[in-house]
């Protein structure tokens, strides 16, 4: 028995125009300060038939006490709507205020995909402005642990919203690099999602919708900015993925993704891109993942005489989207040797217990994550 979550999903063109529908009478918008800036909070809040409040200080890699500060101000104003705009930071800390306000005896760190809170007092609206993360329709949670220098991912059944409002003209001005490095997010929860040991019919489909989205327009959407089509199907393939790997689960890339972003604070999406193809290699030496990467390709149209080959043929076309996108290869693009040997460590320590790591067919030891990240950085293939 398992079940399929997803919030109801209104897309396209001129989609944010619906808010002007939603029966509130306070609303609670969690968002950052470029969406201020960009006059985003004002459009939703000229749409909303109701009240709003505005908490705009959610910082990339949102932390507990960020979350508090939130929770702190809903209890003040008592909203029944909670809005979360933004990319994968500002909805992660609006799925995290609705919980707290709804179970106020609830400590943040016991948040858990087991514990059960009833939904009474609030409907929670997610609106992405960036195309990868997919939050918008997953029950996952990703906060930041500073003290601890580590994330801290979670899941509850009460993060998934009632309604993501998938808007491709919120997602025009992404600059090229947030393009890419959320594209690439995308793009792993797509493989991670097909390949872990929770996938099933449905999230199959999705996952593989996704990737061939994903290969086809995230470098148009890249290279050209007014490309309209590119853009706005990247944006419907970010939440496809979410859906994918959200009703499936994350696996490597996001487990070693989560660490190197909490201790080089490199982007999300750069950082599990990066991990993404070392993964695949040092996971398709398990059988079934070979099989399952194999059929995999065939849906994105490889199709070699074994399934090595053709496993070997889809990290090339990772690397190859990569180059397309700037993305690079290799860690040591990005962190010094000096910087990189110090916190190796560390990396392996978040990695081994990030929870992504728990629904993988092949399981790295400390000794084989170790390496994993020291190939990753050298840009080596994995031969263990
Ligand atoms: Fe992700």
């Known amino acids: ?34 969406m201020v800036k960009f006059g985003y909070v004002k459009r939703v809040q000229e749409l909303l038939q109701m009240e709003s409040t505005v908490f705009d200080e959610v910082e990339p890699d949102p932390s507990y006490e960020t979350v508090m500060k939130g929770v702190e101000i809903i209890s003040k104003i008592q909203s029944d709507i909670i809005i979360g705009l933004g990319g994968g930071s500002p909805m ?12 106020p005896d609830l400590a943040i760190e016991d948040i858990a995909p087991m514990v059960e809170v009833e939904i009474k007092k609030t409907k929670l609206i997610l609106i992405p402005t960036t195309s990868g993360t997919g939050a918008e329709v997953t029950t996952a949670i990703v906060l930041t642990r500073k003290d601890e220098e580590r994330k801290a991912p979670t899941a509850n059944f009460a993060a ?3 309604i993501a409002i ?15 490095n959320t594209g690439m997010d995308a793009l792993c929860h797509s493989i991670d999602g097909y390949i872990s040991t929770l996938k099933n019919d449905f999230s199959d489909g999705l996952c593989i919708k996704a990737a061939e989205m994903i290969f086809e327009y995230l470098p148009r959407a890249y290279q050209n900015r007014e490309d309209k089509e590119a853009r706005e199907k990247m944006h419907i393939a970010a939440s496809i993925a979410g859906l994918g790997f959200g009703n499936s689960q994350a696996g490597l890339s996001h487990g070693m993704g989560h660490s190197l972003g909490a201790v080089f604070h490199l982007p999300h999406g750069k950082a599990c891109g ?3 193809p070392y993964s695949l290699q040092y996971l398709d030496r398990e059988p079934e993942v070979m099989t399952l990467l194999a059929k995999f390709a065939y849906h994105l149209g490889i199709q070699k005489e074994t399934e090595e080959e053709s496993v070997k043929e889809l990290v090339e076309k990772i690397f190859d989207l990569m180059t397309a996108i700037d993305i690079p290869h290799f860690l040591k693009a990005e962190i010094s040797p000096e910087d990189f040997k110090s916190k190796l460590e560390k990396l392996v320590e978040n990695a081994i217990f990030d929870g992504t790591i728990v629904f993988l067919r092949r399981t790295p030891d400390t000794e084989e994550l170790k390496k994993l990240f020291e190939y990753a950085y050298e840009g080596k293939e994995i031969d263990f």
């Not at 992660?92 to 179970?103: C, S």
């Open 92 to 103: 992660d800390v609006a799925k995290t205020i609705r919980i707290l306000y709804e179970k």
């Open 160 to 162: 998934m919203a009632d």
């Open 166 to 180: 998938i808007d491709p003209s919120l997602a025009k001005n992404m600059p090229p690099a947030l393009t890419a």
């Open 274 to 276: 990066i991990s993404l």
């Open 1 to 34: 028995m398992a079940y399929f979550v997803s919030p109801q999903i209104i897309f396209g063109e001129e989609a944010l125009e619906e808010l002007s529908k939603i029966e509130g009478k306070h609303a609670l918008i969690v968002t950052d300060k470029f």
